[in-house]
Nanobody, 115 residues
């Protein structure tokens, strides 16, 4: 079992920055994939960024060059640094972790970008 808790969401103006955090507890030593997803108003949930245990990262085209995913191995926390935010980044952001093909989700944190 794995529990994920996101934090760091909020209201920010266009062009601003936020850093999201995802703290994991439980079977943390079995995690082999970590990531961030988001679901905007009236949209389906979509991949934002992922990082493997080996440090390989992957980003959605819409956030490349603006968002950075990173992890703290000691705390088993991973982050999403979001810069140059746009109104279209407004969404509930969810962290995600995979263990042997089973994926766990946090409850989400709301990011609102005003124009």
């Amino acid at each position: 079992q794995l529990q994920l808790v996101e934090s760091g969401g909020g209201l920010v103006q266009s062009g601003g920055s936020l850093r999201l955090s995802c703290a994991a507890s439980g079977s943390i030593f079995s995690i082999n994939a970590r990531g961030w997803y988001r679901q905007g108003p009236g949209k389906q949930r979509e991949l934002v960024a992922t990082v493997t245990s080996g440090g390989f990262t992957k980003y959605a085209d819409s956030v490349k060059g603006r968002f950075t995913i990173s992890r703290d191995n000691v705390k088993d926390t991973w982050y999403l640094q979001m810069n140059s935010l746009k109104p279209e980044d407004t969404a509930v952001y969810y962290c995600n972790a995979g263990i042997a093909g089973i994926y766990y989700w946090g409850k989400g944190t709301l990011v609102t970008v005003s124009s």
